[in-house]
């Protein structure tokens, strides 16, 4: 049990049976009434995000989650095969545990699979990926880096806005909390 005036960003907890992970959180001392701690928690189960405030001081259980590192194989339908890199076994997740990752994954990519009490909840993304540019308009000769934007697709089918002199076959790096363009790879 720890106290959520103890909470961090990532922490995941136990709060009536559901799995949370900590994704914000705020400390709140109004000038009347009791101090409270607000905050916003996605259920690792389903992927929905809640806001729930506790009281300050308030207990709740520290999940014991296990990360094993693994490889993204290939997809066969609607499942996903992954493989652990230290005893090669394989595991197969389905499309719906991990719609919004699948944007992100390529082959051979190494991940982070979330296990909870032996239940595979789904994966863990690097807070950054590399991904080539499969289709967007070509650059013009003149455009920079700080004039205006176009959309590109990836090779995941992802579509992001980039700056006008990204071309076709580029590699780029894109932040996979927001989905957005950092830089050429």
């Known amino acids: 049990m720890i106290s959520v005036n103890d909470f961090k960003t990532g922490l995941t907890i136990v709060v009536d049976g559901v799995l949370y992970r900590v994704l914000d959180f705020q400390h709140v001392k109004p000038g009347k009434g009791a101090a409270f701690v607000r905050s916003k928690l996605r259920n690792l189960r389903n992927g929905s995000v809640n806001e729930k405030t506790f009281r300050a001081g308030e207990k709740v259980e520290k999940a014991q989650i296990d990360n094993r590192k693994m490889q993204y194989l290939y997809a066969s339908g609607d499942q996903h095969i992954f493989m652990d890199t230290d005893s090669y076994e394989q595991l197969e997740l389905n499309e719906g545990q991990i719609e919004y990752e699948l944007k992100y994954l390529r082959e051979n990519m190494e991940i ?10 789904g994966v863990e993304l690097p807070k950054s990926v590399e991904l080539e540019v499969t289709e967007t308009e070509p650059g013009i000769k003149g455009d920079t880096s700080g004039g205006g934007s176009k959309t590109a697709t990836l090779e995941t089918g992802l579509v992001v806005t980039v700056p006008l002199f990204i071309n076709v076959g580029d590699r780029l790096i894109i932040n996979t909390d927001e989905g957005s363009y950092v830089s050429r790879a």
């Open 112 to 121: 982070h699979v979330i296990q909870y009490q032996g239940e595979t909840l």
